[in-house]
């Protein structure tokens, strides 16, 4: 079966072509390590996941590099400001291995506690300078970079197809450009590949230039060149590294390889959270040890992720983290009466079911509308072969429904309504909102149910 996949280059659906036959070759741009991930982050990390393991359910064998950025990223895109690793080394007086030890392994548990599967290669940035210096001397010899007081540029002016992926050309990334800072430039929006250090610089390299440390953008290019060759299937990443980061990776790459370099392009939208940015100014950037502090599981928020599809921005706030945690829990206890049943269903039944699940992952990962079938398939009569076709579903959603356990309380059908009311009622508790949460017991109640808080949320018995 076919697998769509929508390629920010064509801004269409396309038919995937494999290079290799069988094979996937996927670069993901990964962690800036001087801080926790935030959930922001880790959608961005589940969708990369989710795209891993639509690619094994259909066969292919998946080569996946995520580099660990631990140098050059600066808090800038203009190409100036402190680095985020020298900055946190300095406010945390740590060294930047430090801070980057720390991080990097406090990211692979919680990437580990969301089943998002280690990628098979995670090479880090300082380990791999000797290729970026390498590929700015082939640059500069090429004719597209050029050196200024402070560091190496890339002349966009020079590359004739810039700005092919976010569809803007030349003229609108020069008026979008900051003011030209750096004088030495030539053109306001050329970017560093390499950037001279200051002696107190904390991290520096002996480079044909004095000492100094790469560019964000070259990191990319040589750690995915490294590892996937020259021409490679899949690159992705999150949608703001669509304009800079991604168009100067294709600009320098192409300058340097004189070929195309990838031919796929995937972007995950956003995570907002109620409705606005995540910063932390807003003291909104929760990461997945908030959330377990707040009560919820990994498999809760893994669950929430995949109810939206890559592409959708996702809305995140604590009511739809509790619908998550509502429906998550109550599919779980279905499925267990699934799992202890000896009843068997007709293989044609199921195998429509699978079919089905299988069109929609491959349409360009439409994980929701795959979700739906789940939800369809539950609904069947109780059997174990609905349990085992799920968990034939479960190798792509990664929601652990191997592992359910008996629930603790009797299973009740409650009507969706009265599921909305108790969520409600669980925000009105949060908001010490005690009249609202008196006035939605009583209507719960009306409704014909009784409701009970536990540790993990709420329980509805039958009255
Ligand atoms: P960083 O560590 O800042 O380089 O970001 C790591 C990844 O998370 C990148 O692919 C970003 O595009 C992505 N990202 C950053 N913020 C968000 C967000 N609010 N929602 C989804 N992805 C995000
Ligand atoms: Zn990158």
């Known amino acids: 079966m076919d697998i769509r996949l929508y390629n920010t280059l064509s801004r269409s659906k396309e038919v995937f072509v494999p290079i290799k036959q069988g094979k996937v070759g996927v670069y993901s741009c990964g962690p800036t390590v001087y801080n926790y991930a935030h959930i922001g982050n880790l959608r961005t990390y589940v969708f990369m996941d989710i795209l891993r393991r639509i690619f094994e359910y259909n066969g292919y064998k998946v080569k996946s590099v995520m580099n660990i950025t631990d140098v050059g990223h600066l808090l800038s895109d203009a190409d100036d400001g402190d680095d985020k690793m020298a900055k946190a080394a300095k406010e945390q007086n740590k060294t930047p291995e430090e801070i980057a030890e720390y991080y990097s392994s406090v990211f692979f548990k919680d990437i580990a506690r969301l089943n998002i599967k280690r990628p098979t290669i995670t090479p880090k940035a300082t380990d791999h300078i000797q290729e970026m210096i390498n590929i700015v001397v082939d640059l500069i010899e090429k004719g597209y970079g050029y050196e200024t007081d402070d560091g190496i540029y890339f002349d966009i002016s020079k590359f004739e197809n810039y700005g092919k992926l976010s569809h803007m050309n030349l003229e609108d990334q020069l008026a979008g450009a900051r003011v030209n800072v750096n004088t030495g430039k030539r053109h306001p929006a050329d970017f560093a590949i390499w950037k001279k250090a200051e002696p107190n610089h904390i991290m520096q390299w002996q480079s044909p230039w004095g000492m100094g440390y790469p560019g964000w953008h070259i990191e990319c290019t040589a750690m995915s060149n490294k590892y996937l060759g020259n021409l490679f299937d899949i690159h992705t990443g999150g949608i703001d590294h669509v304009p800079i980061h991604h168009e100067n990776e294709i600009a320098q790459a192409e300058a340097w390889l004189g070929q195309k370099a990838v031919n796929y392009w995937m972007h995950s939208e956003f995570m907002l959270v109620d409705g606005g940015k995540m910063s932390k100014s807003l003291g909104n950037t929760w990461t997945v040890e908030n959330l377990v502090e707040r009560g919820y599981t990994p498999m809760e928020f893994r669950y929430l992720c995949l109810n939206t599809q890559y592409r959708q921005k996702l809305n995140f706030t604590w009511a739809s983290m509790d619908g998550a945690r509502t ?14 049943s000896d009843v068997a269903t007709d293989k044609a039944v199921i195998d429509k079911y699978l079919d089905e699940f299988h069109q929609a992952i491959n349409d360009d990962l439409n994980v929701p509308m795959a ?14 072969d609905v349990y085992n076709a799920v968990l034939q579903m479960d190798k792509v959603f990664a929601l652990d429904f191997d592992k359910i356990t008996p629930p603790a309380q009797p299973m009740v059908e409650a009507p969706q309504e009265v599921l909305d009311m108790a969520t409600a009622r669980q925000q009105a508790r949060k908001d010490k909102n005690w009249a609202e949460s008196d006035r939605l017991r009583d209507e719960i109640a009306k409704a014909g149910f ?14």
């Open 327 to 340: 429906s998550y829990q109550r599919l779980c206890k279905h499925l267990y009466e699934h799992k202890v």
């Open 371 to 384: 979700m739906g079938v789940l939800h369809k398939i539950v609904k069947l009569p109780l059997s174990k």
């Open 450 to 463: 009784k409701i009970k808080d536990t540790a993990n949320g709420f329980e509805l018995e039958k009255l």
